[in-house]
């Protein structure tokens, strides 16, 4: 189990979501702030369980995530993508 965030933007009643997800809540909240923070239509987000495993770990010194697989640096300003 892991989780991850949801946003949905001004306008738009359908919720999407990246394939980033995070061992805890405490860290998807982190990154659900950050989004909120950066992009200037999000309406809201929302942090939800889901069944796939952790593959990132948010860093909120930073303000990144970084990769549980590969140490590398997740891209951070990539489009949020509508998955079912």
């Known amino acids: 189990m ?3 965030v949801e946003a ?9 979501t990246t394939d ?7 860290e998807a909240k982190q990154y659900a702030g950050d989004v909120e ?3 200037t239509l999000c309406a809201e987000t929302r942090v ?9 770990r948010f860093n909120p010194l930073t303000f ?4 549980l697989t590969t140490n590398g640096v997740a891209c951070f300003g ?7």
């Open 48 to 56: 939800v369980t889901c069944d796939e495993a952790p593959n990132v």
């Open 20 to 26: 980033r997800r995070f061992d805890t809540k405490k």
């Open 2 to 4: 892991s989780y991850k």
């Open 8 to 16: 949905r933007c001004c306008g738009n009643d359908q919720w999407t």
């Open 78 to 84: 990539a489009p949020m993508n509508a998955m079912a």
């Open 37 to 39: 923070s950066r992009w």
């Open 64 to 67: 990144r995530c970084e990769n």
